[in-house]
């Protein structure tokens, strides 16, 4: 996305909440955070991937400017050595919404949908059906796509020893494989379950 598509989302994000004044700078800093060094998966490029997604399928969303919205902070904060990244991104998220005027209700429910992205229950609501289904775009993305994401994801976590972070690895993806379905909205599995699994048994191999 050009920096002007970014922006646009990012002020329809903030119009859809009925607040007709985005920060700019807030904007300019998540870009920032999303260009950090130690990222080489959850970057600009990640972010994009998923904005894109999302003004292809907002129809589905009961509130589409909430979900934008978590998508822009679900990586916010991405320190490798940590565990409590979506928290903490969370938490940023509501606090930024609530100190610019949003309604109480709508920061919550955008930090419940960061929250969510840490994939470890079964997304509830069509908002956060949709969130997950574009944060997980990536594991249906076509073979050449994919394998760079399986090596942004090595580079990102290279300072874990090869004895531990490849069976990590490998039961990350039997999760997903596992699952009756990787995606819940119609329109997404219908383009992305079948090579989202092909993705994923062969990754599988290549660790094992």
Known sequence: MTPEALLDNWSAAWRALG??????????????????PQRHYHTMQHLCECLAWFEQEKELAER?????LALWFHDAIYDVHAHDNEARSADWARSAMLERGAAKEAAERVHALVMATRHDAV???????????????ILGAER???DEYE??????YAFVPDEIRRPRRRAILQR???REAI?????MHG???TQARANLVRSIAAVD
Do not use: K
């Open 176 to 178: 997903f494989l596992e």
């Open 191 to 193: 383009l992305l379950e």
């Open 64 to 68: 589409p400017g909430e979900v934008a």
């Open 183 to 187: 995606y819940t909205t119609p329109r």
């Open 144 to 146: 050449a796509r994919f």
């Open 19 to 36: 607040m007709a004044n985005a920060d700019e700078a807030l904007c300019i800093e998540l870009q920032r955070r999303h260009s950090e």
């Open 151 to 156: 090596r942004q994801v090595h580079a990102e």
């Open 123 to 137: 997304p509830e609501g069509r908002d956060a059906e949709l969130l997950i289904d574009i944060d997980l775009s």
